[in-house]
T-cell receptor
Framework: GDSVTQMEGPVTLSEEAFLTINCTYT??????LFWYVQYPGEGLQLLLK?????DKGSNKGFEATYRKETTSFHLEKGSVQVSDSAVYFC???????????FGQGTELSVKP | GAVVSQHPSRVICKSGTSVKIECRSL??????MFWYRQFPKQSLMLMAT?????????EQGVEKDKFLINHASLTLSTLTVTSAHPEDSSFYIC?????????????FGPGTRLTVL
């Protein structure tokens, strides 16, 4: 079945460091891919998305490229801030408007 | 636009009581809403998919008599945890699918923290 795998956390970085959170997926079709962010005690917010191969999603300095050849959607940011500390979830939707399939989440902690 | 609210944000109840959680789409009509459960430091587990005017579709292993879902209107879905026990304590999150947005994007509520004593 379809699944999403993220790199294990927690990830601890110093402010202004470069961030990469790896995400790979398995899917039988052509899913849309998402990154969601969850701040402590809150629900999920959509961070960025890509709907087809080679699309790049970007928002708030974060970006991720839909790589069909490597079935990956790695999240990157050039310079993280303390306020980026949160849990990041990679997800796919195989059928539009259907069920989201989430990775296990990666906790990011950014120290001043 | 595309705001989803949940009420209450936090609830503490005694074992054996029932608790109702509301999920509302505030500025759009959601034909489909989803209910998730999240344990500490874990991912979201889909419990059920709720379509307006029809019975919810539950995921394998989720007791439909324990977690009653009602989607009576295009802007409201409710989850009732019946005869709650301490093991039902969790963070419950709903999402709503907006058919007007690209690819029926889901929008998430802020979550409800349930503690059963």
């Amino acid at each position: 079945g379809d699944s999403v795998t993220q790199m294990e956390g927690p990830v601890t970085l110093s402010e202004e460091a470069f961030l990469t959170i790896n995400c790979t997926y398995t899917a039988t079709g052509y899913p849309s891919l998402f990154w969601y962010v969850q701040y402590p005690g809150e629900g999920l917010q959509l961070l960025l998305k890509a709907t087809k191969a080679d699309d790049k999603g970007s928002n708030k300095g974060f970006e991720a490229t839909y790589r069909k050849e490597t079935t990956s959607f790695h999240l990157e940011k050039g310079s993280v801030q303390v306020s980026d500390s949160a849990v990041y979830f990679c997800a796919l939707v195989y059928n539009q408007g259907g069920k989201l399939i989430f990775g296990q989440g990666t906790e990011l902690s950014v120290k001043p | 636009g595309a705001v989803v609210s949940q009420h209450p944000s936090r609830v503490i109840c005694k074992s054996g009581t029932s608790v109702k959680i509301e999920c509302r789409s505030l500025d759009f009509q959601a034909t489909t809403m989803f209910w998730y459960r999240q344990f500490p430091k874990q991912s979201l587990m889909l419990m059920a998919t709720s379509n307006e005017g029809s019975k919810a579709t539950y995921e394998q292993g989720v007791e439909k008599d324990k977690f009653l879902i009602n989607h009576a209107s295009l802007t409201l879905s409710t989850l009732t945890v019946t005869s709650a026990h301490p093991e039902d304590s969790s963070f419950y999150i709903c999402s709503a699918s907006n058919p007007s947005s690209s690819h029926n994007e889901q929008f998430f509520g802020p979550g409800t923290r349930l503690t059963v004593l």
